[in-house]
């Protein structure tokens, strides 16, 4: 994509985040995009775009009275939105359409007019992975990191100041759910969920949404917010299958997004600022930063551990509390956006002074899927 | 206990289910390349090739990575279990559950060799297992 050709000029979350079990999933998609319209200064009928995961962009399009002439349905997992915005920046580009509304909402706690979880028995996951008493994230997306653990000697230890560090961050923001300091101890000593994992390396259940609206960087001038620009996007898929991952040290779908994005965005890892790697659970910032080149192979946790990541650090890394502390409904990449597009607005709550740049990266399903956003405020 | 969730073939994936009910593992393989692939289906992924053939593989592995999961899915009891997947001796790699040993670290290491066992869940499913290999 052209650099800088597409900009955010609406970003909202939902009016409550945590636990709102009076309101539905379309009711969270629809609360999210009201406020990010707001915020935009747009009404629905400005609207000539939609994209949205979890519900179908039908749905969403006619619950708020749009009429559009661009729909994108992309599903992925949790990384649906950066994929979302990739293809809102192609779009937006090749004249589809003007203005795109992404959203998400996500009864994750509350499960108010949500739908199960679960796989037909007779797809690729019911027939090869469910016999064998996988349940949910927990017991897939963890599958990998003993064999990453053993191949770089990363300990429990590791792991667990992951979840420590982002803790800190979270502190900082008043709408993260939790925000007491938390020591490598009282990760260790949390309920074991699936060893090595214990409850405080895995992401919070919650329920929210968010909202992005999109533009062309020539419109964005005259929106009431400072516009946040897309630098370059990456996206890729590896497998429905955790069992089938090329390689468990590494996540084939980040490398070839992140790269794509870095590649498009036409910057260095030195230029980077501010970054986000959704965390569903405590390995995947580990991942990232190795994936997306920060770190080389088996690095990351010294990186971490030598509070690079942490406040203070060369590079902020999930400045909201991310997955671990801050919220987490299910497909939280979102969450990510929403914040990277607070730090290039400079108006978050743990702001990283001065930043420019802020690359974003998501992860769907159990490393099934990959987006990558990098954004910059300077025109 | 509710029964055991299992699979539910598929036309391309009925010549597994038949084998494993059978005491075999069946791979498959592409006929140009050689290389074995996993889970079943008609055609060789990359080459994109038809010209594959279903082979019984020696049910030997090793164990590459695996959680013991210690809040069990209702129709696997109430013991924490080991859900695992395991390099097979002729490249790919499978999810499976490990018998005949403890379900702890000290137990599972990784890298051990293991052996293919079958066990018959329904009229019509038998699910490969893997234990510790003797000898």
Known sequence: ??????????????????????VSVIGLHADAALNAMADAGLKPTDIDGVACAGISPVELAQYLGITPTYADGTSVGGCSFMLHVRHAAAAINAGLCTTVLITHGESGRSRVGAGGFGRA???LMGQFEMPYGVTAPPTMFTIPVLRYMKTYGVTEEDLANVAVIQREWAAKNPRASYRDPITIDDVLNSDMIAWPFRKLMCCLVTDGGGALILTSAERAKDFPQKPVYVLGTGESVETPLVSQMEDFTTSKAFRVSGKKAFDEAGISHADVDHLMIYDAFAHLPLYGLEDLGFCKPGEAKDFINGRNTAIGGKLPLNTNGGGLSYMHSGMYGM????????????????????AKISVCHGVGGMFAASGTVIFTNEA | MPPRILPEPTPETQ???????????????????????????????????????????????????????HRPRPDMGTEPYAIAVVQLEEGPRMMT???????????????MPLEVVFEKMSDTITLPFFQPAKG
């Open chain 2, 15 to 69: 010549h597994f289910w038949d084998g494993t009910r059978n005491g075999e593992l069946l791979l498959q393989r592409c006929k140009e390349t050689g290389e074995a692939y996993f889970p079943p289906r008609p055609f060789a992924p990359k080459t994109g090739s038809r010209n594959v053939e279903v082979f019984k593989a020696s049910g030997r592995a090793t164990l590459y990575s695996y959680v013991i999961n």
């Open chain 1, 1 to 22: 994509m052209m650099q800088k050709s597409v900009a955010v000029v609406g970003a909202a979350e939902t009016t409550k985040m945590g636990k709102i079990p009076d």
């Open chain 1, 335 to 354: 969450y990510a956006l929403q914040e990277s597009v607070r730090q290039m607005r400079g108006i978050a709550p743990a702001q990283v002074d001065g």
């Open chain 1, 121 to 123: 028995p007779s797809s």
């Open chain 2, 97 to 111: 559950n490990i018998v005949g040993c403890p379900q702890t670290p000290e137990a599972l290491v990784l890298d």
